[in-house]
Every structure is written in structure tokens, then in C-alpha cells.
């Protein structure tokens, strides 16, 4: 596609609920990331996929987040009972993958957990 | 501990006045800083990657410099359309992510 697409752009679930937030990154891009971003603080990052695989997952806040990447292309993040503090946006960003070049990001998941 | 620090937190401009946005890092080897625009609502944009001190880049209005332990966003004769938060982000070494700061909150008033 023309950028990096994510779905749903916005999410409001009750505490405990389980939710998806998707990822499709640029066409032939093949290092996917996500980040979150809170209120007044810095992109933190939680995951990273090179291909399918995710060399790096030392982001991930608790074991209630999951990630997976399938044909090297979309990636879902899952969060199981959600928490209060799990609000925030979270941002998908996809690149040609290493020596790390620049990110594309896209325009963010911006979740409310109630 | 790898860590990136922007100031000002915010700052606030008339059009026209020429200011500098800082990031310094504390990173054990830098292989490219990257300079990203986002306005609100909105995804990230990137500006700038730097990769060696003394490195410089122009885009318009902004000009991005590196040393050793800081970077520099220099904006001159800014308008209101520049009015943005800017991300300062590290890449330190194999596959490591970007490390972001927390940005910079750009206002200019016309």
C-alpha cells in the first residue's frame, strides 16, 4: 500500500476485555515494529518482526501482550484483560528492514480502556 | 542505560523567530540519529537521519546538526505550519530499535 495502515483508529473497551490492533505495513518492507506513546511520555518500544520472526520482544510490558507477523506482511498486537493503564496510542511502523534505515510509521491506534 | 533527552519540553515562537531544539544522547556507540516530525493525531514523520558527528542536513526551514553527544534541529524564520512536536530517536548498534526521547512541543504564533 502507500503507508503503513492500522485498524481500528480508535478502540474503547471495558476493563478485561480483550482487544486486536492491526498492523499493515508498506509493500516490500520487511522490518515491522510497534511502539506505544501515553500522554507526556516518549515512543516506548514493545516489539520488533524481521519476516515473521521477532528477534526482539524485551519491550512487551506484561505477558498479556502478544504480537505475531504472518507472510511477512500484517501483524496483529493482542492485549488480553486489558488494564486501565494499558491506555494509550500505539503505533505501527514498518522499514526495509537492517542496517536500520528510517521508520514509516502509521497514523496509531489510539486506545481507552474504561 | 541507553537514553535520549530533548529540550525544551515546549516552546513557543513568534513567526519569523529563528530558534534550536536539543536532543543529547548517552548511547555506547551511535550508528544514526533520526529526526521525526508529528502533529497531532498523527504518525510520526521523518525528517533527518545523521550518522557522524559534524554530519549537517537541510530541508526547507530545518537544519539538522551532530556532535559527539547532541544533536540540533535549528529552525529558521519558522511559520505557524511548523508548529509540531519533534522526536529526537537513537540507533545504537545491530538490531537494536530506535530509542526515542520525548520530544519537543513547537508552537508558532503568527
Known amino acids: 500500500g502507500a503507508g503503513v495502515s492500522q485498524s481500528p483508529s480508535n478502540k474503547v473497551t471495558e476493563k478485561g476485555k480483550d482487544v486486536e490492533l492491526r498492523c499493515d505495513p508498506i509493500s516490500g518492507h520487511t522490518a515491522l515494529y510497534w511502539y506505544r506513546q501515553s500522554l507526556g511520555q516518549g515512543l516506548e518500544f514493545l516489539i520488533y518482526f524481521q519476516g515473521n520472526s521477532a528477534p526482539d520482544k524485551s519491550g512487551l510490558p506484561s505477558d498479556r501482550f ?24 500505539y503505533l505501527c511502523a514498518s522499514s526495509l528492514g537492517q542496517p536500520v534505515v528510517e521508520l514509516f510509521f502509521g497514523e496509531g491506534s489510539r486506545l481507552t480502556v474504561l | 542505560e541507553d537514553q535520549v533527552t530533548q529540550s525544551p519540553e515546549a516552546l513557543r515562537l513568534q513567526e519569523g523567530e529563528s530558534s534550536s531544539l536539543n536532543c543529547s544522547y548517552t548511547v555506547s556507540g551511535l550508528r544514526g540519529l533520526f529526526w521525526y516530525r508529528q502533529d497531532p493525531g498523527k504518525g510520526p514523520e521523518f525528517l533527518f537521519t545523521l550518522y557522524s558527528a559534524g554530519e549537517e542536513k537541510e530541508k526547507e526551514r530545518l537544519k539538522a546538526t551532530l556532535t559527539k553527544k547532541e544533536s540540533f ?29 520525548k520530544g519537543t512541543r513547537l508552537s508558532v504564533i503568527a
Open chain 1, 66 to 89: 502478544s504480537a505475531e507477523r504472518t507472510g511477512g506482511s500484517v501483524s496483529t498486537l493482542t492485549i488480553q484483560r486489558t488494564q486501565q493503564e494499558d491506555s494509550a496510542v
Open chain 2, 73 to 101: 534541529l535549528h529552525i529558521t524564520a519558522p511559520k505557524p505550519e511548523d508548529s509540531a512536536t519533534y522526536l529526537c530517536a537513537v540507533h545504537v548498534s545491530g538490531n537494536t530499535p530506535l530509542v526515542f526521547g
